[in-house]
C-alpha cells in the first residue's frame, strides 16, 4: 500500500515535471496596486487586463497567456523592486506590465536591460519614465499630455492670473512646469505656485492662500485618490467657487467614482483628461459592457482600466511578433507606430518616445439622468507627451 | 490682520476636529492605561455607519449620528468582553500594542471587504454645507457647526468626569481600584461604560471630523500618530490638555500650511517637539 502509494507520488511528480517543460505558457507579470488606499486602481488593472481575456482568449498563436498580479500597494519602490524580481528570477514572467506609481516604475526599470525584459505601464505618468529603458511601453498618459491643453483652455476661457497648486512629488511638479511653460508662453500669468505634501487633508489655509493671491483661476493636480475630494470641497466651501474663481485640473481630480460624493456643488468644474468613462464611442460601450459581464461594477471603472486593456493589447502583439520567444528588441519594435481604436478614442505609440498618443478631452462635470458624470465638451486630436515630443 | 483671523479661524476648526476624535482616545490612555491603537478605527466604523445610515437607509444627519455612535458602540461590546477587559490597567503595554493593532488591521481588512476602497461620503444637510459669509470671509458653514460641537463636548465631559456621581466612582476606580472595588464600586462596570464613553466619543469625532479626515478604509492608520501626539502633547487623561494640544497644533500646523505649505508638516511635529521638551508629561498630564 505504502509502497504504490510512493509510486503514484513519483509518477505524479514526473507527469508535472514533463508536463511544465512541454506546454508552452507565457507569463506577464503585472505589479499594481491591489490593496491599501490606491486599491481602487489596482482592481481596475485587472478589469482592463480580463476583459481584454474574455473578448481575445488566452491565447496568441499556440501560446498560453498567463497573467500574474503581484502588490504594489503604496509608492514604495524597494518592494516593487523586489516584487519585479521576484517575477522574473522565480515565475520567470517574459513580460512585466502595470505600476501605478512612478517612483516604483523608476525602481523597476534598470531591471529589464538586464532580464531582457520589456515592461508596458498602464498608469505611472512622469514623462521621463520611457527614458530609463528602451524596454518600456506606456498606454496610459502622462501629466505633461494633460496639462498642455489645460493651459491653453485657460488662456482661451479668459483667464488671467492663475493659482497653481500641485501635489509636491513627480507628476506633481510635472503638471506645474507644464501649466506654467504653456500658459505663460500664451501670455498669462502665474501669481502662485504652491506645492501641497501628499498627506495633506486640510486645504483651507491653501484656499487662504490663493484667494490673497489675487488668482482669477486655480489650476490643480492631486493623484486620484482621497485627497483629491478634500480640495474640491475646500475650493467650494471657502467661498471661492462663489466669488467667480475658477477651477481647472487634469482629470484625476475628478475621476468618475469620487463624482458622487463631490455631489451637485461639482458641477461645471472643467478638466483636461484622456478618458471619460462616459465617452460615447461603440468601443467604449462594447468595453463596459464586457466588464459588467464579467462582475465589475460600472461606477468603478477609472482610466487605469482603459490602460490596461490597452497594454494587454500592446502585450498580445509583442508575443505575436516575437513568437512567444524572449526577444525585447524585437517585440518593442513591433508595436513601434501601432495604431488602433481604443475605448478612449484613437491612439497609436509613438515610435520615437514609446508613448501613447491620444486624443486629450476638456470637459465639464454635468449631471445626465440623474448620475454625475464629466461630458466631453471639446476634443484635442493626437496630443503626443509634450515633455518628450515638440509636435 | 484680516489673514491672521482667518488662520485662526481654520486652525481651531481644525484643532476642534482632532479634539473631538483624540478625547475618547486620552480617556482609555489617561483612566483605563490603555494604549488604543485601535480608536481610530472606532472613528471609522463610525463614519461608515453614518454614511451607510444616511445614503441607504435614508435618515437624516442628526439620526445617523446617534446611529454612528450607538452603533459603533454595540459593535464593541463583544470587542470589550473578550479582549479589553483583560487589559485594562495591568498588562504591560508590548500585549496592549499587539492586541490593539491586531484589531486594527482586523477592521480594516473588514471595511474594505465590506464597503470598498473608496471614499464614503457622509453628505451634509443643506442647513450645515457651503459657505458662511462671517462679515470679513467666508467659512465653511461646518466648520462653525464643529468648533460648536467641540466646546459642547469639553463642556460635557468635563461636568461627567468632575461633577457627577459617575465621575467620583471613575476618579476612584482610576486612582485605587483595589480599594474602589472593597468600598462597593463595581469597577468592572465603570471601566466598561468608560470604555463605551471613549468609544462613542471616537465615533462621534469620526462623523463630524469627516470632511477634514474623509472616511476611507485606512483612515484606521493614516491618522492614528496625530490622534497618539495630540493625547501625549496634552496629557493623557487631561480634557483640558487635550482641548489645549488640539488647538496648539492646529494652529502650529494650518499657519504652517499657509506660509510655507512645502515645507508639509514640519510646523506640527517641531510644536509637537518644543512642547515635549518643555512638558515632558505633557502641557496638563499627571504622575501616575
Not at chain 2, 96 to 122: E, H
Not at chain 2, 154 to 180: C, H, P, Q, Y
Request: with cysteine; net charge neutral; hydrophobic share 45%.
Amino acid at each position: 500500500m505504502k509502497k504504490s502509494a510512493t509510486l503514484l507520488s513519483a509518477a505524479v511528480a514526473i507527469g508535472l515535471m514533463t508536463g511544465g517543460a512541454s506546454a508552452d505558457v507565457i507569463k506577464v507579470g503585472v505589479i499594481g496596486t491591489m490593496s491599501g488606499p490606491y486599491a481602487l486602481f489596482g482592481k481596475n488593472f485587472k478589469m482592463g487586463i480580463d476583459a481584454w481575456v474574455a473578448e481575445h482568449g488566452n491565447k496568441v498563436g499556440n501560446h498560453t497567456v498567463e497573467f500574474i498580479y503581484r502588490d504594489e500597494e503604496s509608492p514604495n519602490p524597494a518592494k516593487s523592486k523586489a516584487l519585479a524580481q521576484e517575477l522574473l528570477v522565480k515565475d520567470k514572467v517574459q513580460y512585466l506590465a502595470g505600476v501605478y506609481f512612478t517612483p516604483d516604475a523608476m525602481a523597476i526599470a534598470p531591471l529589464l536591460d538586464e532580464s531582457k525584459t520589456p515592461l508596458v505601464v498602464m498608469n505611472a505618468a512622469t514623462s521621463a519614465i520611457v527614458q530609463k529603458s528602451p524596454y518600456i511601453v506606456r498606454t496610459s498618459f502622462t501629466m505633461w499630455q494633460n496639462t498642455v491643453p489645460a493651459a491653453k483652455v485657460a488662456k482661451t476661457n479668459g483667464s488671467k492670473k492663475v493659482a497653481i497648486a500641485v501635489s509636491d512629488y513627480g507628476p506633481g511638479l510635472d503638471a506645474e512646469a507644464a501649466f506654467k511653460k504653456t500658459f505663460e508662453a500664451e501670455g498669462g500669468q502665474v501669481v502662485e505656485a504652491i506645492r501641497m505634501p501628499l498627506n495633506t487633508t486640510d486645504f483651507g489655509p491653501i484656499m487662504q492662500r490663493i484667494k490673497d493671491s489675487g488668482a482669477d483661476t486655480i489650476f490643480t493636480f492631486l493623484p486620484a485618490g482621497p485627497p483629491t475630494l478634500g480640495f474640491v470641497k475646500a475650493y467650494i466651501d471657502n467661498g471661492l467657487k462663489a466669488g467667480g474663481v475658477k477651477l481647472m485640473s487634469t482629470g484625476d481630480v475628478v475621476t468618475e467614482p469620487d463624482l458622487p460624493t463631490i455631489g451637485d456643488a461639482g458641477i461645471g468644474i472643467l478638466s483636461t483628461y484622456h478618458y471619460s468613462v462616459s465617452h460615447d464611442s461603440p468601443e467604449n460601450k462594447a468595453f463596459l459592457a464586457q466588464i459588467v459581464k464579467d462582475g465589475g461594477k460600472l461606477d468603478e471603472v477609472t482610466m487605469t482600466s482603459v490602460a490596461a486593456y490597452d497594454g494587454a493589447r500592446v502585450i498580445y502583439k509583442m508575443i505575436e511578433a516575437t513568437d512567444g520567444k524572449r526577444d525585447p528588441a524585437k517585440a518593442v519594435d513591433a508595436v513601434k507606430g501601432m495604431k488602433w481604436v481604443s475605448p478612449r478614442g484613437p491612439v497609436s505609440i509613438d515610435p520615437d518616445t514609446r508613448h501613447i498618443r491620444q486624443n486629450v478631452y476638456l470637459r465639464t462635470v454635468e449631471k445626465v439622468d440623474g448620475k454625475l458624470i464629466n461630458k466631453e465638451i471639446k476634443t484635442f486630436e493626437a496630443q503626443p507627451d509634450w515633455a518628450l515630443s515638440s509636435k | 490682520m484680516q489673514t491672521i483671523l482667518s488662520i485662526g479661524l481654520d486652525g481651531i476648526s481644525y484643532g476642534m476636529v482632532l479634539f473631538i476624535i483624540s478625547i475618547g482616545l486620552s480617556i482609555m490612555m489617561g483612566l483605563m492605561r490603555v494604549v488604543n491603537l485601535a480608536h481610530g478605527a472606532f472613528a471609522m466604523i463610525g463614519g461608515y455607519l453614518a454614511s451607510y445610515a444616511m445614503r441607504d437607509l435614508g435618515a437624516g444627519y442628526a439620526l445617523a449620528i446617534v446611529v454612528a455612535v450607538i452603533g459603533t458602540i454595540i459593535i464593541s461590546i463583544p470587542l470589550e468582553i473578550l479582549l479589553y477587559r483583560r487589559i485594562y490597567r495591568k498588562s504591560d503595554a508590548l500585549t496592549q500594542l499587539l492586541l490593539t493593532i491586531g484589531i486594527t488591521f482586523v477592521i480594516i481588512g473588514l471595511a474594505n471587504f465590506i464597503f470598498g476602497p473608496t471614499l464614503k461620503a457622509i453628505p451634509l444637510p443643506n442647513a450645515l454645507s457651503g459657505p458662511l459669509d462671517i462679515g470679513f470671509r467666508m467659512i465653511p458653514t461646518h466648520r462653525v457647526f464643529v468648533i460648536v460641537c467641540g466646546v459642547i463636548t469639553a463642556l460635557a465631559l468635563w461636568l461627567l468626569i468632575d461633577k457627577t456621581e459617575f465621575g467620583i466612582r471613575l476618579r476612584a476606580s482610576v486612582d485605587n481600584s483595589d480599594m474602589a472595588d472593597s468600598l462597593g464600586i463595581r469597577t468592572e462596570w465603570i471601566y466598561a461604560a468608560t470604555f463605551a464613553l471613549a468609544v462613542g466619543l471616537g465615533a462621534f469625532g469620526g462623523v463630524v471630523g469627516a470632511e477634514l479626515l474623509p472616511i476611507e478604509p485606512f483612515y484606521a492608520l493614516r491618522y492614528m500618530v496625530t490622534f497618539l501626539v495630540v493625547v501625549s502633547v496634552g496629557g493623557a487623561g487631561s480634557i483640558a490638555g487635550a482641548l489645549a494640544a488640539s488647538l496648539l497644533l492646529g494652529l502650529a500646523d494650518t499657519t504652517g500650511k499657509y506660509l510655507a505649505p512645502e515645507y508639509g508638516e514640519f510646523f506640527f511635529y517641531l510644536a509637537v517637539i518644543v512642547i515635549a521638551f518643555l512638558f515632558p508629561r505633557g502641557l496638563f498630564g499627571r504622575a501616575h
